[in-house]
Structure formats: structure tokens, C-alpha cells
């Protein structure tokens, strides 16, 4: 079956960039997703990557896809405080006739100012 | 409503009892999802819906979990005589159906805080 994996936690400085990491098992993986989760909150979707693309940049987000190794990753330039969330690597595949939406643990994200 | 709404936002409960968790998703969203987030796990999938149906339960972790939505909208996930393992933020979604290939956003609610004490 789909199996998302990530470390869990990461910590880094303010102003410093961060890189959340991500392994899939999929390879027939549609669609890959950085969802972030703030305290308190549910989650919001932050970007997504379509399985023939190896990068995709939106300011200061950058995704890398390794379809090969099946590992996907998200970069934060310019680290803030207000970036201190949990981060859900997703991935979709198409089960049984239907989107089939499948997280990884999530990674939290430490900022220290 | 605008977004996925999620009732109660926080629910204590005995052990032994049985709890019902209410979602609201967004309008004409076909698809709906249930998920726990237990400390440290991530994110576990229930049940998926499409319109009334489950095509999905393969997430359900006992017998004692079972979910049901009606009119294509509102869903409840009912979980019968909580144990203290069933302590968890239960997170449900809701998406588009679209054709296949296409990409599509789920939408999450607030969760449900559930502690069995």
C-alpha cells in the first residue's frame, strides 16, 4: 500500500532556509502535497507538485521532486517565526476508482528567533 | 458555511461511552474524508465518502468505529464504547470529485479534540 514518510521534527534559525524532507512508495503518485499546520489548527494546503515536474518555486516555497528515488522536499528560504508548523507531505493516487489522498507523519518545524 | 466545519471542536468522554463527531463540508463537495492524528503519528486515514457511499473503510480501526453521511453533505463518525487508545484530533475533508488525472485540494475542518478518560 502508500507509505509517506518524514522525519519529525527540524529545527532552524531565523532568516536561515529549511528543508522538510519526504519518501513516498507510490510511483504511480498523481499529485504530491506540502500541507502546513499551525497550532491549534487544521490544515492548510501550501503547494503541490504534479508528478512530471521536478521543481516548482512560489516566493519563498521551493519543492523538489526525485521521482526516480521517490523523495520530495520543500524548502523555506528566509525562515520566520510564523513558519513554525507541522508540515504534511501528501501524496494522491487514483484506488479502486477514486482520489485517494495519503499523509506522512508530518515534520515539525521549529523557528528559533 | 465557507470552509469544513467540524462540531464539537473539543469533546472529554468515560470510557465505555459511546461519542458521535459531526462534519459539515464545504458545500457541493462530493468527496469527504475522516482522518485521527494521534501525538506523534501523523495522520491515519478512517473512511473515505463519495456522495452517501464508502467506497474506503479500510482505515476504520475496529468495529467500534463507523461513520455515515446522508444527503451528500453532513457526515458523522461514531465511535462505540471509547477505549482511552481512541484519545486522538479527528480531522475530516472534504474535495471536488474530478476526473481523473486532474488535481484537486481537500479542504480540512478544525478537528475534533476527543479524550477518553
Known amino acids: 500500500g502508500e507509505d509517506v514518510e518524514q522525519s519529525l521534527f527540524l529545527s532552524v534559525r531565523e532568516g536561515d532556509s529549511s528543508v522538510i524532507n519526504c519518501t513516498y512508495t507510490d510511483s504511480s503518485s498523481t499529485y504530491l502535497y506540502w500541507y502546513k499546520q499551525e497550532p491549534g489548527a487544521g490544515l492548510q494546503l501550501l503547494t503541490y507538485?504534479?508528478?512530471?515536474?521536478d521543481m516548482k518555486q512560489d516566493q519563498r516555497l521551493t519543492v523538489l521532486l526525485n521521482k526516480k528515488d521517490k523523495h520530495l522536499s520543500l524548502r523555506i528560504a528566509d525562515t520566520q517565526t510564523g513558519d513554525s508548523a507541522i508540515y504534511f507531505c501528501?501524496?494522491?493516487?487514483?484506488?479502486?476508482?477514486?482520489?485517494?489522498?495519503?499523509f506522512g507523519t508530518g515534520t515539525k518545524l521549529q523557528v528559533i528567533p | 458555511g465557507a470552509g469544513v466545519s467540524q462540531s464539537p471542536s473539543n469533546k472529554v468522554t468515560e470510557k465505555g461511552k459511546d461519542v458521535e463527531l459531526r462534519c459539515d463540508p464545504i458545500?457541493?463537495?462530493?468527496?469527504l474524508y475522516w482522518y485521527r492524528q494521534s501525538l506523534g503519528q501523523g495522520l491515519e486515514f478512517l473512511i473515505y465518502f463519495q456522495g452517501n457511499s464508502a467506497p474506503d473503510k479500510s482505515g476504520l480501526p475496529s468495529d467500534r468505529f463507523s461513520a455515515e453521511r446522508t444527503g451528500g453533505s453532513v457526515s458523522t463518525l461514531t465511535i462505540q464504547r471509547t477505549q482511552q487508545e481512541d484519545s486522538a484530533v479527528y480531522l475530516c475533508?472534504?474535495?471536488?470529485?474530478?476526473?481523473?488525472?486532474?488535481?484537486?485540494?481537500?479542504?480540512f475542518g478544525q478537528g475534533t479534540r476527543l479524550t477518553v478518560v
Open positions: 507538485i504534479f508528478s512530471n515536474m
Open positions: 458545500s457541493g463537495h462530493t468527496a
Open positions: 501528501a501524496e494522491s493516487n487514483w484506488s479502486g476508482g477514486y482520489q485517494k489522498v495519503t
Open positions: 475533508a472534504s474535495s471536488l470529485v474530478i476526473p481523473r488525472g486532474r488535481y484537486t485540494e481537500a479542504f
